[in-house]
Each structure stands twice: as C-alpha cells, then as structure tokens.
C-alpha cells in the first residue's frame, strides 16, 4: 500500500527557531500533498496544499511568510515552521495521493513544542 | 464551506457490542467520504473510502455508508474489541476528490474488556 513517511516525528525547540518538517510519498508519486494541523482536543485542519513545482495554496487564515512550503519534487514536500513561537505548537501531519477516487494516505505527524 | 459534525464524541462500551459511529456534513456536494482511525500521539490509519459513486463500503467487520441526500455518513464497528479503541475520524473533499479534507473531531471510542 501507499506509504507516507514524515520527519522528524517529534521536536522540541526554542522561541525564535525555524523548524523544517519532511513529507515523503515513498512508493508513489504525488503532484499534490496537503499539510494539516490539528490543536489539542481539535479536529484537523487543512492548512494548506502543496503542489509540485509551484506555489502552494494556502487556507484563509494561514500565513504562508510563517509557513513556508517547498515542493520541488514528485515526492517530497517540505513545511519550515519560521521563527516558532509557543503558539505555533501542535501536531503538524502530512497526506499524499487522492484525487479522482483515490484515497489520502497521512504520515505520523510531527509534534511540536516550542518552549 | 463544507463542515462536518461527528456524534457522539466519545463512546464507551463493554467488549463484544456492535456499535454505530455517525457523521454529517453540510455539502452534499462532497466527492469522497473516509474514515480514519487515530490512536493517541499517532497519526492517522485510513479505514474506508467511500467513492464518488458508492454508497457503502465494507472491510472486515467494518462497514461505512454514504447518503450524500441526507448529508450523513455511518461507520459501523460490529463484535468491538478492546484493540478498537481509538478515536474514529471522518472526512470529506470535493474538487473531483482532487480537494484536502475536511475533518470532523472525531468519536473517541473505549471499548471495554
């Protein structure tokens, strides 16, 4: 099946630090994968949809200067947390693959502290 | 804007029940409907994708259903066991499916030894 692996699973950092955070499609190609953000006790939420080889889409409310995503190959996508602060903390996590009748596979997700 | 609405929010039942999970949504124009299983600290494993065109869905003894009209979808869990306790997710796009998803937040299942 469809394999979504996402890095690193957990980080803890300072106030002020960029954090970067990896999604690969392993055995697939994916032109789209989207990126969620679920708060404590909180549903998940699109943040926005990384698309290959040009510029993501963000959702309303989302920054996309804090948010910087990269996704300059079929199967990686990158999410830079930029100069974290304490309110930037929660569980970041990834999907790759849908459209048409195809369904989202997700990675592990990335727990953020930012102290 | 498409939102989705999943009751109950948490559930807890003794071993061996058959139970229902439930999910609305407010756009009927929904493309695909899937259900997820999230442990604690995890991420998410999917369950059941429900296309376009169908109206149910069955794996093992899970069994998912789809009524775009009414704007509702039913997971059901039948012989519980304690390794099912989770909480369950539902979610749906539109845009040919092509869309992320929009979640509820979820059932969180406990079922009792």
């Known amino acids: 099946g469809a394999v979504v692996s996402q890095h690193p699973s957990r980080v803890i950092c300072k106030s002020g630090t960029s954090v970067k955070i990896e999604c690969r499609s392993l055995?697939?190609?994916?032109?789209?994968m989207f990126w969620y953000r679920q708060f404590p006790k909180k549903s998940l939420m699109l943040m926005a949809t990384s698309n290959e080889g040009s510029k993501a889409t963000y959702e309303q409310g989302v920054e996309k200067d804090k948010f910087l995503i990269n996704h300059a190959s079929l199967t990686l996508s990158t999410l830079t947390v930029t100069s974290a602060h304490p309110e930037d903390s929660s569980f970041y996590i990834c999907?790759?693959?849908?459209?048409?009748?195809?369904?989202?596979?997700f990675g592990d997700g990335t727990r953020l502290s930012i102290l | 804007k498409q939102e989705v609405t999943q009751i109950p929010a948490a559930l807890s039942v003794p071993e061996g029940e058959n139970l229902v999970l439930n999910c609305s949504f407010t756009d009927s124009a929904i493309y695909n409907l899937q259900w997820f299983r999230q442990d604690p600290g995890k991420g998410l494993t999917s369950l059941l994708l429900i296309q376009s065109s169908q109206r149910e869905q069955t794996s093992g003894r899970l069994n998912a259903s789809l009524d775009k009209s009414s704007g509702r979808s039913t997971l059901y869990i039948a012989a519980s066991q304690p390794g099912d306790s989770a909480t369950y997710l539902c979610a749906g796009n539109s845009g040919g499916g092509a869309d992320g998803l929009t979640f509820g937040k979820g059932t969180h299942l406990i079922i009792q030894p």
């Open positions: 999907s790759a693959g849908g459209g048409g009748d195809q369904p989202q596979h």
């Open positions: 055995d697939f190609q994916a032109t789209t």
